[in-house]
């Protein structure tokens, strides 16, 4: 009798489950099988299990899914063709290539039941177009890279529609920001590169506990581990640059208007009318704004804040100092009794410094800032994609 399998070999050191007899059963091909990335399929709690499933009329595998055992009697000869995982699975030299029933039980019924449907040629079981949730996307992006059948699965992604609406911009809801893992894997690098960009700009911190670091989007969802190689720390690098850059470019304004903001106001006979009445009260409102924002007295860290580029640009953009005597000859012409136009009330001596606090702009500093941010996506990422379209 064959002998049953479990993919409970996945880790090298339980390899001596399968050898420690005096017959020394062939190591499993689990036991080394791994992804390029951290992660593992998101539980689906809705799966019901089913009576067993068969994907076609020659089946001579059971194969075992997910934690709750779904069983699904499948061809050997399919799964071969499949991808080079399964191929080599069914080589003489692994415990699958004699075993009556193969366990995967880190992997969703769901998806791998997508994949194994459309490698047995059973569309007609498939979702219709639009079908698939989120989180079934996702997962069928787990076991895609795992097991390498990117190309079994992309063309119905495009056909079906399973992907196109969940593509950033279109999704923003739980978990969104885990679309890079399935661009990355399925090879949609335009959408990559936009949410990456996203993330960089709009992702914040939090620290509950000491040690324990939680990265949120815009709107509070939180960064789950399904992410490609590398890209969050290109995300936070980016994120930081930018935090470092803004804060540097605030500051430097901030210094300069206390050591000397300068007075723009003319008379009507266009002499300099300086008055220290004006610095003060840019001075005064320009602090004040800013200690109750937390910028001053202490001056922010790039390194140490838990604010998103984007909660910067906003919060330094809305400071606005006040000016000493700012009029608008517009609008005192608008409501004067006397039907004077603007150089009439300048005649009169009238003098406003509105355009001294147009000086202090820090809204233009943080838009240049914000528009030399670089993508976080890596070139190995653009290689990566480029293969994974192809497929």
């Not at 939090?206 to 960064?223: A, E, N, R, S």
């Not at 210094?255 to 300099?272: H, L």
């Amino acid at each position: 009798m064959a002998q049953s399998v479990t993919q409970s070999t996945l880790f090298p050191d339980r390899r001596t489950t399968n050898n420690a007899t005096t017959n020394q059963q062939p190591f499993s091909i689990f036991s080394g099988l791994g992804t390029s990335t951290t992660n593992s399929p998101v539980q689906n709690p809705a799966w019901v299990l089913q009576p067993t499933i068969e994907l076609c009329g020659h089946t001579d595998v059971t194969l075992i899914i997910g934690e709750e055992e779904q069983p699904v009697r499948a061809s050997v000869a399919v799964l071969r063709n499949a991808g080079p995982v399964w191929r080599a699975m069914f080589e003489p030299h692994w415990a699958e290539s004699e075993a009556s029933e193969i366990f995967f039980p880190e992997d969703d019924v769901e998806a791998m039941l997508l994949v194994f449907r459309i490698a047995h040629l059973r569309f007609q079981d498939l979702p219709k177009k639009n079908g698939l949730t989120f989180k079934t996307l996702l997962n069928l992006a787990v076991v895609s890279d795992k097991y390498d059948v990117v190309h079994l699965v992309r063309p119905f992604l495009d056909l079906n529609g399973w992907a196109q609406k969940y593509a950033y911009p279109n999704y923003t809801g739980p978990n969104y920001a885990s679309w890079l893992f399935i661009a990355w894997t399925f090879g949609y690098a335009t959408s990559f590169d936009a949410l990456s960009r996203h993330l960089a700009f709009t992702l914040h911190v939090k620290k509950p506990f000491p040690g324990w670091t939680i990265y949120l989007t815009t709107h509070d969802f939180i960064v789950e581990r399904d992410m490609p190689p590398d890209i969050m720390d290109s995300i936070l690098q980016v994120r930081k640059n930018a935090l470092a850059a803004g804060l540097k470019e605030c500051y430097a304004i901030l210094d300069k208007a206390i050591a000397r903001t300068e007075c723009v106001a003319r008379t009507y006979s266009g002499k300099p009318k300086d008055a220290p009445e004006c610095h003060s009260m840019i001075i005064g409102t320009l602090l004040s704004q800013m200690i109750f924002t937390e910028l001053y007295p202490s001056r922010v860290q790039a390194q140490n804040t838990d604010w998103s580029v984007q909660y910067l640009q906003e919060t330094i953009g809305a400071i606005k100092p006040t000016t000493y005597e700012s009029y608008d000859f517009a609008k005192l012409h608008d409501t004067s009794r006397h039907g004077k136009n603007p150089e009439e009330f300048r005649k009169c001596g009238l003098i406003s410094h509105a355009l001294c606090g147009t000086l202090i702009d820090f809204a233009a500093a943080m838009r240049q800032v914000v528009s030399q941010m670089p993508s976080p996506m890596l070139d190995s990422h653009k290689r990566h994609m480029e293969e994974q379209a192809k497929k």
